[in-house]
């Protein structure tokens, strides 16, 4: 029978519980064990898809077309885990669930209510994720005291009273603020989170407190006394440089070592050495590389986690530190854009919806083009390089996707073709992984050494194969589509130096261990771009021989 690990979260959100939970896992992993994590998230959304990106972040996808949230982003990342769509679970989906049950008759004319129907439904997901594992981490979103976290929290109140406190563990994620003014770090908001939890019925068994600073021994017998937890249960979750050195401070505290005490298990002794070794190549790099993500939600970096990691991945595959910088698409069609992109190795625009900053992605596109700077497009980073190719060098002035202008006379890029008449916003997209065949001699097939490949989608748009000839002519090489030559995926400028854009997300399958062959391509290619100029730029002696 599967373990399960609950990891809630007080004070204040967006205390890295997701983390975390991630951390965990991998510290389990490293020990032989076999190990699943969920979310659950209590706002009413049935899901995240058709949330803005500035209010919570980015749509991370599965390969069976689960819009989710992003921690199952960081869950994949630190750990091997095959999720799906019954790794995320949302108040919206239960509810929905539920009534869909009662209008069918299915309570057979009880009463439907929070206790029992909706925690056993909650408590019915858990337990659905955790056949063929040892342990199941589940994270409830939110911070204890909220209203909608309620029912949640009384799920997992439950599973200790039915699976025993030997298959069941709480960890709560706090916070242990340092206090400027007086130089001290500060318990009391700890005391008062734990002092809630234990309100709804639930003992943490190991607190993770989150600080700038680690906690003294004092400090630690403090908060273990108020808050009636073992000493060495209290760990120190202290602000790092990378969240991938999250799971090696863990380790140092033995979070692993209480949780197989607790939970009974038996395991091997943990080997973490690969992960220790990526956290020292990442800290260490031997060079560097600029990568301007050029996008338009670039104020909030959540909207391209998965993204933003997926280049430091290809960073670690070089032994180079990308540094990314943000550049709001709408910047670039203001005076002085060719100055500001000047300064960048690389270029990459990624997927995105609605037509604000379109025409700014199209304008770093034509520089990148133009002046042989590497370039990669994603999704709807694709679609722009289309329309600039179509508008810039085959002359087809007014060519654009029918998303932006439906009247266009050159619709390059038009709905998907079993989504026209769909105008629904949620699940109305290609989601989930689909495969592609790669064209010989492509940047693409070279980056992934094999023909043939599976990817994850989620665009409601697709490159008209009806432009494909004039396009070609032009040297815009489709090497990539799928098995049945019904749709586009790869695009390659030739005669540049590295040149794609690619409809699915290829950093929704990247990890530190294991960098995506896309992303290891463009800063490879980056890398030699910035040499290059390197170079080629006049030495002082040459720079003074010419001022004379």
Same mark, same amino acid.
């Given at each position: 029978?599967?373990?399960?690990?609950?990891?809630?979260?007080?004070?204040?959100?967006?205390?890295?519980?997701?983390?975390?939970?991630?951390?965990?896992? #991998?510290?389990?992993?490293?020990?032989?064990?076999?190990?699943?994590?969920?979310?659950?998230?209590?706002?009413?959304?049935?899901?995240?898809?058709?949330?803005?990106?500035?209010?919570?972040?980015?749509?991370?996808?599965?390969?069976?077309?689960?819009?989710?949230?992003?921690?199952?982003?960081?869950?994949?990342?630190?750990?091997?885990?095959?999720?799906?769509?019954?790794? &995320?679970?949302?108040?919206?989906?239960?509810?929905?669930?539920?009534?869909?049950?009662?209008?069918?008759?299915?309570? =057979?004319?009880?009463?439907?209510?929070?206790?029992?129907?909706?925690?056993?439904?909650?408590?019915?997901?858990?337990?659905?994720?955790?056949?063929?594992?040892?342990?199941?981490?589940?994270?409830?979103?939110?911070?204890?005291?909220?209203?909608?976290?309620?029912?949640?929290?009384?799920?997992?109140? /439950?599973?200790?009273?039915?699976?025993?406190?030997? &298959?069941?563990?709480?960890?709560?994620?706090?916070?242990?603020?340092?206090?400027?003014?007086?130089?001290?770090?500060?318990?009391?908001?700890?005391?008062?989170?734990?002092?809630?939890?234990? @309100?709804?019925?639930?003992?943490?068994?190991?607190?993770?407190?989150?600080? $700038?600073?680690?906690?003294?021994?004092?400090?630690?017998?403090?908060?273990?006394?108020? #808050?009636?937890?073992?000493?060495?249960?209290?760990?120190?979750?202290?602000?790092? $440089?990378?969240?991938?050195?999250?799971?090696?401070?863990?380790? @140092?505290?033995?979070?692993?070592?209480?949780?197989?005490?607790?939970? *009974?298990?038996?395991?091997?002794?943990?080997?973490?050495?690969?992960?220790?070794?990526?956290?020292?190549?990442?800290?260490?790099?031997?060079?560097?590389?600029?990568?301007?993500?050029?996008?338009? %939600?670039?104020?909030?970096?959540?909207?391209?986690?998965?993204?933003?990691?997926?280049?430091?991945?290809?960073?670690?595959?070089?032994?180079?530190?990308? &540094?990314?910088?943000?550049?709001?698409?709408?910047?670039?069609?203001?005076?002085?854009?060719?100055?500001?992109?000047?300064?960048?190795? !690389?270029?990459?625009?990624?997927?995105?919806?609605?037509?604000?900053?379109?025409?700014?992605?199209?304008?770093?596109?034509?520089?990148?083009?133009?002046?042989?700077?590497?370039?990669?497009?994603?999704?709807?980073?694709?679609?722009?390089?289309?329309?600039?190719?179509?508008?810039?060098?085959?002359?087809?002035?007014?060519?654009?996707?029918?998303?932006?202008?439906?009247?266009?006379?050159? *619709?390059?890029?038009?709905?998907?073709?079993?989504?026209?008449?769909?105008? !629904?916003?949620?699940?109305?997209?290609?989601?989930?992984?689909?495969? #592609?065949?790669?064209?010989?001699?492509?940047?693409?097939?070279?980056? %992934?050494?094999?023909?043939?490949?599976? $990817?994850?989608?989620?665009?409601?748009?697709?490159?008209?194969?009806?432009?494909?000839?004039? =396009? !070609?002519?032009?040297?815009?090489?489709?090497?990539? #589509?799928?098995?049945?030559?019904? %749709?586009?995926?790869?695009? @390659?400028?030739?005669?540049?130096?590295?040149?794609?854009?690619? /409809?699915?997300?290829?950093?929704?399958?990247?990890?530190?261990?294991?960098?995506?062959?896309?992303?290891?391509?463009?800063?490879?290619?980056?890398?030699?771009?910035? /040499? $290059?100029?390197?170079?080629?730029?006049?030495?002082?002696?040459?720079?003074?021989?010419?001022?004379?």
């Amino acid at each position: 029978m599967a373990k399960y690990i609950f990891v809630t979260g007080g004070v204040v959100s967006s205390l890295g519980k997701g983390i975390a939970a991630s951390s965990i896992g #991998c510290l389990l992993e490293s020990r032989g064990l076999r190990v699943t994590l969920q979310k659950f998230d209590p706002y009413l959304n049935v899901d995240p898809g058709t949330m803005s990106p500035l209010q919570h972040g980015e749509v991370f996808v599965t390969d069976d077309g689960a819009e989710t949230d992003l921690d199952l982003g960081h869950y994949e990342r630190f750990t091997h885990a095959a999720l799906t769509q019954a790794n &995320n679970l949302t108040s919206g989906r239960i509810y929905e669930r539920i009534i869909t049950k009662e209008r069918r008759g299915d309570y =057979l004319g009880k009463t439907v209510q929070v206790i029992p129907h909706v925690t056993n439904e909650i408590k019915a997901a858990a337990v659905k994720v955790s056949a063929g594992v040892d342990v199941v981490i589940v994270e409830i979103g939110g911070t204890v005291g909220d209203i909608e976290s309620l029912p949640f929290l009384e799920a997992i109140r /439950q599973m200790r009273h039915e699976h025993g406190r030997d &298959n069941t563990l709480y960890v709560h994620v706090t916070l242990v603020p340092w206090i400027a003014a007086a130089h001290e770090l500060k318990t009391k908001p700890t005391q008062h989170s734990v002092k809630e939890l234990r @309100e709804i019925g639930i003992q943490p068994d190991m607190l993770l407190c989150r600080s $700038e600073r680690f906690l003294s021994q004092e400090l630690r017998e403090k908060i273990a006394l108020f #808050c009636d937890v073992n000493v060495e249960a209290v760990i120190t979750a202290r602000d790092v $440089e990378s969240v991938y050195e999250v799971p090696l401070i863990f380790s @140092e505290q033995g979070v692993d070592e209480i949780v197989l005490k607790l939970l *009974r298990l038996e395991a091997a002794p943990r080997d973490m050495r690969r992960w220790s070794g990526m956290v020292h190549r990442l800290k260490n790099p031997s060079r560097e590389v600029d990568i301007a993500l050029v996008g338009k %939600y670039v104020l909030y970096e959540d909207s391209y986690k998965s993204l933003k990691e997926a280049l430091l991945h290809g960073g670690l595959a070089h032994d180079a530190k990308v &540094n990314i910088h943000w550049l709001d698409s709408e910047r670039l069609l203001e005076p002085g854009k060719e100055e500001i992109l000047a300064t960048f190795d !690389g270029i990459l625009v990624p997927g995105g919806f609605g037509t604000r900053g379109v025409d700014g992605m199209i304008e770093a596109i034509r520089y990148a083009r133009e002046r042989r700077v590497p370039y990669f497009g994603i999704c709807l980073g694709m679609q722009a390089l289309v329309i600039e190719f179509a508008r810039n060098v085959c002359g087809l002035a007014d060519a654009h996707s029918t998303e932006f202008d439906p009247a266009t006379p050159h *619709r390059v890029i038009y709905k998907l073709r079993e989504l026209t008449g769909v105008d !629904g916003m949620g699940g109305t997209m290609r989601l989930g992984a689909y495969p #592609c065949l790669l064209a010989a001699g492509s940047h693409a097939h070279r980056a %992934y050494g094999q023909d043939q490949i599976s $990817e994850r989608h989620r665009h409601r748009y697709e490159f008209n194969r009806e432009f494909e000839q004039a =396009l !070609g002519e032009h040297g815009l090489r489709v090497t990539g #589509c799928t098995p049945d030559g019904i %749709y586009v995926e790869i695009c @390659e400028i030739e005669d540049h130096p590295w040149f794609l854009g690619c /409809q699915f997300h290829p950093e929704f399958k990247s990890r530190p261990l294991e960098p995506h062959p896309l992303f290891s391509a463009f800063i490879g290619a980056a890398l030699k771009c910035r /040499q $290059e100029r390197s170079e080629a730029r006049p030495r002082p002696a040459e720079q003074m021989s010419h001022a004379d």
